[in-house]
């Protein structure tokens, strides 16, 4: 796959807001832990190798294990892995990146708030956004794992 364009280079400022999200992000009511498992699972469904690649090294270094990072495509199949919440932000990551499907479900979202209150659901509704956002310029500009975007 051939690069395309250098998107710091023609969108500076875009660049600088997405970064602004992140900023946000980084103080969010919700866990490092949680934000990692947003981040690789909706990579994953979009196949975008190079935020796979970034969020699980990223995760291993927050104290994430390999077990985890493997059966994450496949939670909803497994046990004693992800606790209930994480369940639940996996499904809310799911049918917001598969927005074309339906969309978040009342059923998923009330289950949301059995586990997080309104701000912490808000946060997770940004970090799925974050993530596809991003997914979506590396896609589109075919970045090399290993080059840096910003």
């Not at 932000?89 to 979202?109: C, F, K, P, R, W």
Request: proline residues 1%; contains cysteine; charged residues 20%.
């Amino acid at each position: 796959m051939q690069k395309r364009l250098n998107f710091k280079d023609v969108a500076p400022n875009a660049l600088k807001a997405m970064i602004g999200v992140e900023a946000y992000l980084s103080k969010a009511s919700i866990s490092q832990t949680t934000k990692e498992l947003i981040k690789i699972r909706a990579s994953q469904i979009n196949g975008c190798a190079y935020c796979i690649n970034i969020h699980t090294q990223d995760a291993i270094k927050n104290g994430e294990t390999n077990q985890r990072i493997f059966l994450l495509s496949a939670w909803k199949e497994v046990e004693g892995i992800f606790t209930e919440e994480e369940k639940v932000v996996l499904a809310i990551t799911e049918e917001m990146t598969l927005i074309h499907q339906n969309g978040l479900s009342d059923q998923t979202y009330s289950n949301a708030l059995h586990f997080f209150s309104e701000t912490q659901i808000a946060d997770i509704i940004t970090s799925v956004i974050a993530i596809n956002l991003w997914n979506r310029v590396v896609l589109s500009t075919h970045l090399p794992i290993g080059e840096s975007l910003a």
